[in-house]
């Protein structure tokens, strides 16, 4: 099982911390991604990592340098730092888990979906 938190409603240029805690497995052996979806919009993916011994991140272009997704083992769970944030972020925020950890972009190579939790940026 996986559950988001952390969303909420922040002013441009504000900062969210989004927080996706597993249960029943262990997230280090799966890749995590994040996805966000606006209101009338496909799923996109925003991130993802995985660990190869090191960990190993990718970033969707438009949050590069602004979003940042790591992991803690002890707790299992996955973060997405998310700064100078813009209105163009607001949507609901998923984390999936992708047992094959294949670091894919596309939504339907996860298999476990979290609920979800909304980011609201205001201007």
């Known amino acids: 099982q996986l559950v988001e938190s952390g969303g909420g409603t922040v002013q441009a240029g504000g900062s969210l911390r989004l927080s996706c805690a597993a249960s029943?497995?262990?997230?280090?052996?799966?890749?995590i991604g994040w996805f966000r979806q606006a209101p009338g919009k496909e799923r996109d993916w925003v991130s993802c990592?995985?660990?190869?011994?090191?960990?190993?991140?990718y970033y969707e272009d438009s949050v590069k340098g602004r979003f940042t997704i790591s992991s803690d083992s002890a707790t299992n769970t996955v973060y997405l730092q998310m700064d100078n944030l813009e209105s163009g972020d607001t949507a609901i925020y998923y984390c999936?888990?992708?047992?094959?950890?294949?670091?894919?972009?596309?939504?339907?190579?996860?298999?476990?979906w979290g609920r979800g939790t909304q980011v609201t940026v205001s201007s």
């Open positions: 990592t995985g660990s190869r011994g090191v960990d190993i991140t």
């Open positions: 999936a888990a992708d047992g094959h950890r294949r670091w894919s972009i596309r939504a339907e190579q996860y298999d476990d």
């Open positions: 029943g497995f262990s997230l280090d052996d799966y890749t």
